[in-house]
Each structure stands twice: as structure tokens, then as C-alpha cells.
């Protein structure tokens, strides 16, 4: 399958805890994007990375949250001492290239519950 | 502002029912207009995309959309569902030009639940 691959699919944490979620990209696929699902709402962006770059991270709370996409290994997103509101599916795509007509190949999310 | 409206969030019908999920988008510029499905606990897959050409697009499990420019819509219908096609949909609006996937605004979805 090499489709985009995201683990784990299933995370808990107590407040305070750091989560981390990974995610591989679809092959041959260099642009990752990470989207945030909350219950009963849409999908909200919050960030746009390639290679070693952070190409648009408008969508990332300022404190807490992090990403990154190094030269070797999975994208990860990366939560400080989560809370309980930061519960939610939480979905990386990737795309091949920058031009932009919004197909997006999504994994099958993280499911990030706070207790 | 550039927004994407999907107006109802539940759509119940029976099965073999035809059915119309709506969407509209608010933009002042051109744009390309998708819709994805979400299939219970799975991510999203895209579903069909306006690009260009015929605003008539359509999907290879019998769904179809058409683009209306002046009524910024791009409603999606089905003449028949079946039970498989339980899922929650979502249309997205992306914009030419932008090379960064912030500027594709998804909607909130609607989800579609299918009765026997």
C-alpha cells in the first residue's frame, strides 16, 4: 500500500502529556499537510511543510504545537502538554507537486483523545 | 472573504432515493471546486473536481456535480444511493495561482445516512 501512512490511529494522553503523530507521505509525494478535525466540524488547516522547510504554518496555535518534515523519516506533528481541547482527528495529506488544484491525498488520521 | 457553505450537516434518505447535498462558495476570484467523501473512519478521498471545461463533472460511482458560476454553487447529486454510500461529504474550494494548500477552504460537511 503506498498510500499516506499515519500512526498511530489511535492515541490517548492525560493533560500535560506530549503527543506525537506521525505521518509518510504517499511515494514520490514531497509536500505534507497537516489538518485538524474537531467533532461536528470541518477539516481546518495547519500546516504546509516540505523537505526540511515550513513552507506555511498559518493554521498552528502558537504555543504547543509544532512540525516538522526532516530529510529522512515521516513528517511529525508534535503537541507540548496537551489539553483536553486538543481531542480530534487529526489528518496529514500530501501532494507531488506545488502547483496547487487542491487534490489532496489524505491518510486515515490520528485519533488523539485527552483525558 | 473566501468561504464554502454546505448548508445542511445531516441528509437522511432511503435507499435507491436520489439525492442533491449543496454547497456553495463565496470568492472573488476564480477558483477549482472539489468534493470528497469520508467514509467511516477513514480520511478523506476526493470524490470528483472542477478545474475547467463542461461544469457538469462526474464521479465513476454515479455521483455528479455541476459548477454554476452565478450562483456560486456546486451542488452534488446521486438519481440513486445505495446503503455503501453512507458517508460524510465535504466540498472544498481551492484557488489557481496559490501554490500553498492554505488556500483550499474546506466546507463543514454534510453527512449522508442511508435507510433501507
Known amino acids: 500500500n503506498a498510500g499516506v501512512m499515519q500512526n498511530p490511529r489511535h492515541l490517548v494522553r492525560r493533560r500535560g502529556q506530549e503527543a506525537r503523530l506521525r505521518c509518510s507521505p504517499m511515494?514520490?509525494?514531497?509536500?505534507v499537510y497537516w489538518y485538524r478535525q474537531l467533532p461536528e466540524e470541518g477539516l481546518k488547516f495547519m500546516v504546509y511543510?516540505?523537505?526540511?522547510?515550513?513552507?506555511?504554518e498559518s493554521g498552528m496555535p502558537k504555543e504547543r504545537f509544532s512540525a516538522e518534515f526532516p530529510k529522512e523519516g515521516p513528517s511529525i506533528l508534535r503537541i507540548q502538554q496537551v489539553v483536553r481541547g486538543d481531542s480530534a482527528a487529526y489528518f496529514c495529506?500530501?501532494?507531488?507537486?506545488?502547483?496547487?488544484?487542491?487534490?489532496?491525498?489524505f491518510g486515515e488520521g490520528s485519533r488523539l483523545t485527552v483525558l | 472573504a473566501q468561504s464554502v457553505t454546505q448548508l445542511d450537516s445531516q441528509v437522511p434518505v432511503f435507499e435507491e432515493a436520489p439525492v442533491e447535498l449543496r454547497c456553495n462558495y463565496s470568492?472573488?476570484?476564480?477558483?477549482?471546486l472539489f468534493w470528497y467523501v469520508q467514509y467511516p473512519n477513514q480520511g478523506l478521498q476526493l470524490l470528483l473536481k472542477?478545474?475547467?471545461?463542461?461544469?457538469l463533472v462526474e464521479s465513476i460511482n454515479g455521483f455528479e456535480a455541476e459548477f454554476n458560476k452565478s450562483q456560486t454553487s456546486f451542488h452534488l447529486r446521486k438519481p440513486s444511493v445505495h446503503i455503501s454510500d453512507t458517508a460524510e461529504y465535504f466540498c472544498?474550494?481551492?484557488?489557481?495561482?496559490?501554490?500553498?494548500?492554505?488556500?483550499?477552504?474546506f466546507g463543514s460537511g454534510t453527512r449522508l445516512s442511508i435507510r433501507p
Open positions: 511543510l516540505q523537505k526540511e522547510n515550513i513552507i506555511d
Open positions: 472542477y478545474l475547467s471545461g463542461s461544469t
Open positions: 511515494k514520490g509525494h514531497s509536500h
Open positions: 472544498a474550494v481551492s484557488f489557481p495561482g496559490y501554490s500553498s494548500a492554505s488556500k483550499i477552504i
Open positions: 470568492s472573488s476570484v476564480s477558483v477549482y
Open positions: 495529506a500530501s501532494s507531488p507537486k506545488t502547483g496547487n488544484t487542491g487534490e489532496l491525498f
